[in-house]
Nanobody, 123 residues
Framework: QLRLVESGGGLVQPGGSLRLSCTVS????????IGWFRQVPGKERTLVSC????????YYENSAKGRFTISRDNAKNTVDLQMNSLNADDTAVYYC????????????????WGQGTQVTVSA
């Protein structure tokens, strides 16, 4: 069973940057795809970015392309999400999640979840 712990959220001004980190324990990170989701109140959890377990290709939701970068360190069992040029629409609770396949799009397809970290973009 995997355990995922997010860190790095907080308050940032528009245009600023944050780096979220997902630390995975209980299994080898390289066996799992790791997705970063976000959720705002009243809306469903949506996939922002995903890192595949054995290949270098990654997924980005359209609004994240060119601003966010996902990276994994299998030796450290971490998957980071670097977020630049943040705006108010990026305000949400961010979750990392794991699935033992290639990246998939929907929250229900992921098996393990972290507790979430709040990101607030505000002046």
């Amino acid at each position: 069973q995997l355990r995922l712990v997010e860190s790095g959220g907080g308050l940032v001004q528009p245009g600023g940057s944050l780096r979220l980190s997902c630390t995975v324990s209980g299994d080898t990170l390289q066996n799992n795809a790791i997705g970063w989701f976000r959720q705002v109140p009243g809306k469903e959890r949506t996939l922002v970015s995903c890192s595949n377990p054995h290949v270098t290709n990654t997924y980005y939701e359209n609004s994240a392309k060119g601003r966010f970068t996902i990276s994994r360190d299998n030796a450290k069992n971490t998957v980071d999400l670097q977020m630049n040029s943040l705006n108010a629409d990026d305000t949400a609770v961010y979750y990392c999640a794991a699935v033992s396949t290639q990246c998939v799009l929907y929250a229900y397809q992921y098996t393990y979840w972290g507790q979430g970290t709040q990101v607030t973009v505000s002046a």
